[in-house]
């Protein structure tokens, strides 16, 4: 399959069916009612996507944790397969296309593995690719692995959910669904208790992106723009916070840092108190995990990128001296 190709076009790798959802939130909450019963366990990345556990939490569902392998930088199959054989889980949520949080990028190998332990198991996969555009390197973004639906032919163990929000626009609230037609029927079924349908207007507009062809540059923008952003991060926090350690990601909108040794939860509530949010280690884990780590979003560049960082710093000097910002803060500034 061709990188890069819309959404519609993808349709066609796996069973060829696709239903609409507010973002790939809706599409996760609609596949979570449908599919995942109040207690049904859901076997998930450690660390994954905060807001998407979040949801499967309120959902009732009980989170299965599968840890990354390689300090975060890729899918242990020994322990995906241990775990779905122990737990059967009803469903697996992955995002083998530049992982929220650490940006890593599943291989031919582990995407091929993953499909066969969940269907060895009886386990839906759950494949989010929200930010499956945002390759951000070459030769990444040419060789990108082909779909992880791609493994599935038969279109029975894989669920693929995107979004127009991360590669084109984020206030575009457009996700879809593609699975198998009689999931998509009882998805379409389901909705006509929930909100009836997804609004036209941005329906017309994705519509218009994807048959003009613009979409591709719609696509360019963004990735053009999150390559600046991420790369004057890594600049400036490597400048700022030498004793800091991460991967830089060949992808996505986000960069996982291990805080070196101080907690990621102090740094975020003095780093919001100096004006600087990130989202702390442990909203991306089950059960307290990862207190060593926050999340930089590839969201500013240039001057704010290295204030971001300055402020980042301060946070964290602050955190290492057992102290706290006590004075009014400088306006707000999200990174
Ligand atoms: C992997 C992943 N899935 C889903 C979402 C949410 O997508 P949407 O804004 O389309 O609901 C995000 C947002 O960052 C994400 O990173």
């Known amino acids: 399959m061709e990188r890069h190709q819309p959404p519609v076009s993808r349709t ?57 392998a390689a300090d975060h930088t890729g899918w242990d199959l020994p322990a995906w397969q ?19 949080p650490t940006g890593a990028l599943a291989d031919t190998g582990q995407r091929r593995e993953l499909v066969t332990a969940a269907r060895t198991a009886g386990t839906l996969l759950v494949v ?73 207007l941005e329906q017309l507009a994705l519509t218009h992106l994807l048959r ?23 600049t400036a926090v490597r400048e700022q916070l030498p004793q800091w350690e991460f991967t830089v990601p060949h992808g996505g909108l986000t960069l996982w840092a291990r805080t070196g040794g101080l907690s990621g939860s102090r740094i975020a509530e003095v780093g919001e108190r100096l004006g600087v949010r990130v989202p702390s280690g442990p909203r991306f884990g089950v059960d307290g995990a990862f207190e060593g780590y926050v999340r930089l979003p590839f969201t500013v560049s240039g001057a704010q990128a290295v204030e971001a960082a300055s402020r980042l710093a301060a946070a964290s000097r602050l955190v290492a001296g057992g102290g706290t910002a006590t004075t009014a803060t400088p306006p707000g500034l999200v990174v």
């Open 212 to 234: 003009s062809g613009e979409w591709h540059q719609a696509v360019d923008v963004c990735r053009t723009r999150a390559r600046s952003h991420r790369d004057a991060l890594v």
């Open 82 to 100: 241990r775990t779905l054989r122990a737990a059967a889980p009803q469903l697996a949520y992955v995002m083998a296309d530049f992982h929220n």
């Open 128 to 200: 989010d690719e929200t930010m499956v555009d945002l390759a951000l390197d070459e030769p990444t973004a040419t060789a990108m692995p082909s779909p992880v639906a791609a493994f599935d032919p038969a279109g029975s163990s894989v669920i693929t959910l995107g979004s127009a929000s991360k590669a084109v626009w984020a206030g575009m609230r457009l996700g879809w669904v593609r699975a198998a037609p009689d999931l998509i029927r009882r998805l379409a079924v389901a909705r006509g208790s929930a909100d009836l349908g997804s609004p036209v």
């Open 12 to 68: 066609t790798v796996a069973a060829g069916y696709a239903a609409l959802r507010t973002g790939a939130m809706g599409a996760v909450s609609a596949i979570c009612g449908l599919l995942a019963a109040r207690g049904e366990r859901i076997a998930v990345e450690h660390p994954s996507y905060a807001n998407i556990l979040q949801l499967m939490r309120e959902a009732g569902a009980r989170l299965v944790p599968v840890p990354m």
